[in-house]
């Protein structure tokens, strides 16, 4: 089946210590998001990818950054984890064209951060 | 500015209630687009359904239901017959216009379905 697939599910780390998480799609969408939710909250948007181009929010924190390698694969780095990062890391997916289309989520990676 | 009000922080219902969630919103676009996601413990957003501000029709699917009223800015979203499974979170949202790529999420309101 086609899916969006976040890697790990759950991840911890240290205060300060670089992480990566990764999202993959097989639904060969041409827009791919990455929301942060923390406990009890919406889904807050950080970024967006519409095929290469990359499009930040303006209150995105810069210790927050991202790579999209290709169309199936987008990451989601943070460089210095505060504890204010811990969260859930929802990644979506959707087709931009002449209409506007529903955002597939992933399943998340929880961040813990220690 | 474009918001989404859930004013219903959380609703607990016994199984085979029907319960409506209300959601509200406000944009000054002419064209959006309104949105239901669910989120069950699992943390998956799952999308239940999409409706342009063109079609006011109201939409019926299986047990679900959804009321889109323009007059009052709203488009609530009632369950029939409620099952535990329904037991989750749920999130209204909108985006305005075409090709723009953001979801404004409301503050989400977690049903509780017990047996």
């Known amino acids: 089946d086609a899916m969006v697939i976040q890697n790990p599910r759950y991840q911890v780390t240290q205060f300060g210590k670089p992480v990566t998480l990764s999202c993959s799609q097989t639904l060969n969408h041409n827009v791919m998001y990455w929301y942060q939710q923390k406990s009890s909250q919406a889904p807050k948007l950080l970024f967006h990818y519409y095929d290469k181009d990359f499009n930040n929010e303006a209150d995105t924190p810069d210790n927050f950054q991202s790579r999209r390698p290709n169309t199936s694969f987008c990451f989601l780095d943070i460089r210095s984890p505060g504890l204010g990062d811990a969260a859930m890391y929802l990644c979506?997916?959707?087709?931009?064209?002449?209409?506007?289309?529903?955002?597939?989520f992933g399943p998340g990676t929880r961040l813990t951060v220690l | 500015a474009q918001k989404v009000t859930q004013a219903q922080t959380e609703i607990s219902v016994v199984e085979k209630e029907d319960v409506t969630l209300d959601c509200v919103y406000e944009t000054r676009d002419t064209t959006y687009y309104l949105f239901w996601y669910k989120q069950p413990p699992s943390g998956e957003l799952v999308f239940l359904i999409r409706r342009n501000s063109f079609d006011e029709q109201n939409e019926i699917s299986g047990r679900y239901s959804w009321n889109f009223q323009k007059s009052t800015s709203s488009f609530n979203f009632t369950i029939t017959a409620s099952q535990v499974v329904d037991s989750a979170v749920y999130f209204c949202a909108l985006s305005e216009g075409y090709n723009t790529d953001k979801l404004i999420f409301g503050t989400g309101t977690r049903l509780q379905v017990f047996p």
């Open positions: 979506a997916t959707s087709i931009r064209d002449w209409n506007y289309n529903e955002q597939f």
